[in-house]
Nanobody, 125 residues
């Protein structure tokens, strides 16, 4: 059974850091692109970052470039999102998602076929 389980969310002050993890099972992890999405209250879900089956293939939305870093550990079937210099506008539920494809494209073209349950990130003083 395919599973994506996020962890690492929480409450952090502005300027702080968090590392989200997404542990995958039930499919051949190394073959697929994985993405991080977020949804803030009253807003649409947006793609934050993704990583292809090749670790050098990555994408970041403009608002997080230079602050967030995505990585994957195929031996542990896990994706990470290191979030630094967090801002209140980063507050959202963060979801990891599996693509049907091996490649992480830009702002569009991420065909999701499975979502994780989400983890809350709150940036507030």
């Amino acid at each position: 059974q395919l599973q994506l389980v996020e962890s690492g969310g929480g409450l952090v002050q502005p300027g702080g850091s968090l590392r989200l993890s997404c542990a995958a099972s039930g499919f051949t992890f190394r073959y697929y692109a994985i993405g991080w999405f977020r949804q803030a209250p009253g807003k649409e879900r947006e793609k934050v970052s993704c990583i292809g089956s090749s670790a050098g293939n990555t994408y970041y939305t403009d608002s997080v470039k230079g602050r967030f870093t995505i990585s994957r550990n195929n031996a542990k079937n896990t994706i990470y999102l290191q979030m630094d210099s967090l801002k209140p506008e980063d507050t959202a539920v963060y979801y990891c998602a599996k693509s049907r494809d091996y490649y992480c494209q830009g702002s569009s073209g991420f065909p999701v076929d499975y979502w994780g349950q989400g983890t809350q990130v709150t940036v507030s003083s």
